[in-house]
């Protein structure tokens, strides 16, 4: 039993190792990435100054003749360079920017949290049947005292509630039901206060996603102020994308922390009620063989 929990402890520090590898390579990689000129965002290609405009086009300022269609221009040196374009994901972080950082480095923390939870909240790990059979065995051959060792050693969920009644037997059966509650209760509340920082990126994720939106806003609102005429649908693309990826991402962080957070909620007000079940099953059979 020492062997399962302790294994099931490598595990959980393992994925808290893991989250730290990757805070660290978010933390180094992603400004670089930020700073690449991979991302520049180019809308048309520009004319180089100096250079004649390419045959069958007009000159500016002159209009075409009447009757006359404008002829295409031949392929070849005269042709226009292609816009250079950028693919959606370099497009999103370059919009999303410090706050699309945040939910990323948000984002790891919600997957090793999930992973820590999903590893601990087991039925194995909390009521190890193991554990239960050789209980249940030593109180039918009348070894309570190498029943209460047994559960003492042992770091399970539903063997600190054996122990903490058998500890208090001497006080009377009411007692020692008392303190199996009280460790009961407090596992418990444990077990939901490590499930609280899941709800927490749920409630938080939304709202960084919503300062996002605001700062892109203003952008385009200040793009608007600081043009003399009216801007250019590109001029406000930055200030919108930004409002909208990080809209965006912090959704895509919170409603999987929700999720998780309710599944894991469920799972341990039912196992709680398991190991209080089986406990006092316990107990009154520990009783009926003390009498």
Request: proline share 5%; hydrophobic share 50%; charged share 15%.
């Amino acid at each position: 039993m020492m062997m399962g929990n302790s294994l099931d402890r490598n595990q959980t520090s393992l994925a808290y190792r893991s989250l730290s590898i990757l805070l660290l390579c978010a933390v180094v990689f992603t400004p670089l990435g930020l700073n690449t000129n991979s991302w520049a965002y180019q809308d048309e290609a520009a004319p180089v100054a100096g250079e004649a405009p390419p045959a069958g086009e007009a000159p500016a300022g002159e209009a075409a003749p009447a009757g006359e269609a404008p002829a295409a221009a031949p392929a070849g040196n005269g042709a226009a360079p292609p816009a250079a374009t950028e693919s959606f994901l370099s497009w999103m972080i370059r919009a999303s920017g410090f706050f699309g950082l945040i939910l990323l480095l948000i984002s790891f923390l919600m997957v090793a949290l999930i992973m820590a939870n999903v590893l601990s909240i087991r039925r194995d790990n909390l009521m190890p049947p193991e554990l239960i059979g050789a209980f249940e065995e030593k109180i039918n051959n009348k070894d309570y005292q190498g029943a209460y060792e047994l559960a003492k050693s042992d770091d399970s969920f539903v063997a600190r509630v054996l122990a903490a009644g058998l500890s208090k037997l001497n006080q009377g059966y009411a007692e020692a039901v008392e303190g199996m509650q009280e460790v009961g209760e407090d596992e418990n509340m444990a077990m939901e206060h490590k499930l609280s920082y899941l709800a927490l990126i749920g409630a938080i994720a939304p709202m960084i996603g919503l300062m996002g939106t605001v700062y892109g806003m203003i952008l385009s609102f200040q793009t608007i102020a600081n043009s003399a005429t009216s801007p250019k649908p590109s001029e406000l693309a930055d200030g919108i994308s930004t409002a909208l990826f990080t809209t965006l991402e912090g959704l895509t962080v919170a409603i999987p922390a929700m999720i998780f957070y309710s599944l894991l909620r469920n799972r341990v007000a039912r196992f709680s009620l398991e190991v209080g079940m089986i406990s006092e099953s316990l107990m009154n059979r520990f009783s009926a063989s003390s009498k």
